[in-house]
């Protein structure tokens, strides 16, 4: 990831006035203590601070002769200590003392009265994927206006998050006041949040948004409406890169976007205020207008968009590091990068203390940091090696980026995007012009929809490019690499990053680090890239690794022709899995059952492939589920038909003989009941060129104890395991099975458990070899003498 910000490169690197920094640090690292320790550190750092900083000025004042930069820095250590004691101190005192807290520690049931501060933010999950790329709830942070616990009032007006379904909750706007009730559950740590409400309903009692926020909704509803004109990818990026409205964008493209370093594009931050505010300013300028009018008209503008985007954290910074410019530009001054960034720091996090923990707000800050300190000099250079000024900022500014954030990013997730800083060198050419035609359009929505959904199309070209960059990047094989997560991870990365850097800076260095590199490169290439070759000739079966979900690949004896069961939980993994394979023909897309991580991969099986039929069980919830797929299939011209037990299937070198489900549960419940819906999985035996496979879907206990009952010969050489290898498996059904080659698609770093060890020792136990897509990757069955062999390709 490599965030951007407001900051422009210039062709040399200027003398920074630091005289606020230090304050802005202590106001950070002072709240962040106190967050993550307790008020106690905030209380003290402050009195510290505040203390120092004043016997500093009674010092300056006996000898002021050229104390005058040394008494501003202590000014604002004096000013910013004094606010962290006074202001921030009681803030945290009172949010980790709320009366909530021991309720939500004890789980408690509570009706809570509360303001909407934030629009409702979608929670991806792939075992609950739904409507809007993988949505089926949201998150609304909240602050509580009224508190009943268990029929008794409590007095509280702390920060909460709710916990909601998206169908009946994401409308709600900032503003808005709401009554839910629901369970109690203890907030996050080392945030001002003291508890969250896992939602039971739909809203009660819902008061009007404020006008502004309505007409900010009815302006990103116009945008979303006239992006309506494009293909569906560009249809949902062009809201994310205009507004930071991600709500469309499919799980795929933000999968991507993450793995390529481009999710910046789509989070309102710096870059978006200074396209917006840059076009205004050069527009005025144009005309001829003065730095003061100009002025005047770029911070109506930033204001307009500041809100249609919403208060977010990164927004607010870039908020009001665009007003801090924008003023020195009304007196005339050019003030440095830096005191505007110190000062928007300061100031934000005395506004808000919880931004000192925020993930978002650290990487938008140490972003701009790097643009405004390393990014000119690192051009400078490359300009006094001859290359041409206009290359060299585009090369320095996401490098700039990519070093300092790369600790904060491998503590946050774990993992760094090697091609980020090539991602965002071959976007940038195009993020202005999409900004400004998305901006435009959002604005003219309302009033002008043709004209919207003109500047949309004009959008759509380089939507479309940035697609294609984040799909090629992501592509790339170790595109992101595994590291250790956490405060170790980060400083890891961050040590790693300083002795690179300092290294760089002497040639004979640079040249030993450039051989190294190419010594690592070529001894740590997987080996699945140069053999053996994927995939393996004769395959039989392949299961794809798509993540926390099931996707499989029989083969027929026709070259390119290919039965799929299941699509995993979004597009992408299951569309490159079978590019891999060179599967152009699917005669029969089978899906097991109408959970999403097995169907919400469906629509991109489609892409550049012939399908014949979509075939289900009896199952019909969850509803959404369904509706979708009647939707995919039907917008492709492909039936969707049932099949029904005892049907035999057969194509050259394959058939399929469907055992199950014995059984559909017709119960109201049925629709939410996650076990009634495994259990109406598709059962199906196939008959390969390696031995016979029996695709359990995800049934359990039930289903499995249905089979066993009718005495059908279960037995089979490989076996898909049944629901990612959970516990709830028979040992007598596993048994019965007695497969040579036991086959477990599971999501790595998944929260459920999956694989469980007492049904990974059944299958050992019996003589089973086990594999995983969460360790194997994609994975081969083929014959061998008679006899099932796999060959992994490796993750």
Known sequence: MTPAAGSAVIPEPARHDLRLVPAALAVWLGTLGGLLLGWWVTLAVGAGVAGVAAGGLLAVHRRPTGSGRTGALLLALLGFGALLAVVVTPRLQAAQQDPLRPAADRGEQAVLRVTVTERPRPIRSAGYAGRAGGTSAVVIPSEVIEATVDQRTVFSDGRVVLLATAESWSDLLPGQQVTASGSLAPGRPAELTVAALQVRGPPQEVADAPWWQRAAASMRAGLRAAAGVLDEEPAGLVPGLAVGDTAGMSRRVEDEFRAAGLSHLTAVSGTNVTIVCGAVLLLFRLLRLGPVVSAAGAGLALAGYLIITGPEPSVLRAGVMGAVGLLALALGRRGTALPALAAAVAGLVVYDPAMAASFGFALSVVATAGLVLLAPRWAAALTRRGVPSGPAEWLAVPLAAFTVTVPIVAGMAGELSLVAVAANLLAAPVVAPATILGVLATVLGTVWPGGAEFLVRLAGPEASWLILVAREASAVPGAVLDWPPGWWGGLLAALVVVVLVVACRFGRVRLAIAVVLALVLLVTVPARMIAPPWPPPGWAVVACDVGQGDALVLATAEPGRAVVVDTGPEPGPVDRCLDRLDVDRVPLLVLSHLHADHVGGLASVFEGRTVGAVAVGAGRAPRWAWDKVVEVAGANGVPVVELPVGQRLDWPGLGLDVLGPRYVSTRATAEKDGTLINNSSLVLRGHTSAGRILLTGDVELAAQADLLATKEDLHAEILKVPHHGSRYSLPAFLTA????????????????????????????????????????????????????????RGR
């Not at 299958?763 to 099932?788: C, K, M, S, W, Y």
Request: proline share 7%.
């Open 737 to 792: 099975v007695a497969p040579r080659v036991a086959m477990i698609s599971v999501g790595a770093g998944n929260s459920y458990g999956h694989p469980n060890q007492s049904t990974m020792d059944t299958l050992t136990t019996g003589g089973a070899l086990l594999t995983r897509t969460d360790t194997d990757g994609d994975t081969a069955v083929l014959p061998d003498d008679g006899t099932p062999a796999i060959l992994r």
